[in-house]
Nanobody, 125 residues
Framework: QVQLVESGGASVQAGGSLRLSCAAS????????MAWFRQAPEKEREGVAR????????YYVDSVKGRFTISRDNAKNTLYLQMNSLKPEDTAMYYC??????????????????WGQGTQVTVSS
């Protein structure tokens, strides 16, 4: 199994940028598909982006395309989410998640077996 710890959340103004990190430990990190999800108050958890084990194939939800970039450093066991041009609607708790092997759809959060504790992102207008 793998343990995940997110960091990098903060309060920023609209138009600003943040980079989230997710440090993994435990099992072989490079064997896991990694993803970012977010959940705003009173809303369902939403998949934001995912990246395959080798870091070559990434997929984004439409609302963040062109603004967010997911990446991973398998040598450092770390996942990243670079967030630019932030909007108030990006305000949420952001979670990294992992599933061993092939990626699952971002519409199926229950398919991701391992989760971090979350890091809060707040974007003010």
């Amino acid at each position: 199994q793998v343990q995940l710890v997110e960091s990098g959340g903060a309060s920023v103004q609209a138009g600003g940028s943040l980079r989230l990190s997710c440090a993994a430990s435990g099992d072989t990190y490079s064997s896991y598909c990694m993803a970012w999800f977010r959940q705003a108050p009173e809303k369902e958890r939403e998949g934001v982006a995912r990246i395959d084990t080798g870091g070559r194939i990434a997929y984004y939800v439409d609302s963040v395309k062109g603004r967010f970039t997911i990446s991973r450093d398998n040598a450092k066991n770390t996942l990243y989410l670079q967030m630019n041009s932030l909007k108030p609607e990006d305000t949420a708790m952001y979670y990294c998640a992992a599933v061993r092997g092939a990626c699952n759809s971002l519409t199926r959060p229950y398919a991701y077996k391992y989760w971090g504790q979350g890091t809060q992102v707040t974007v003010s207008s």
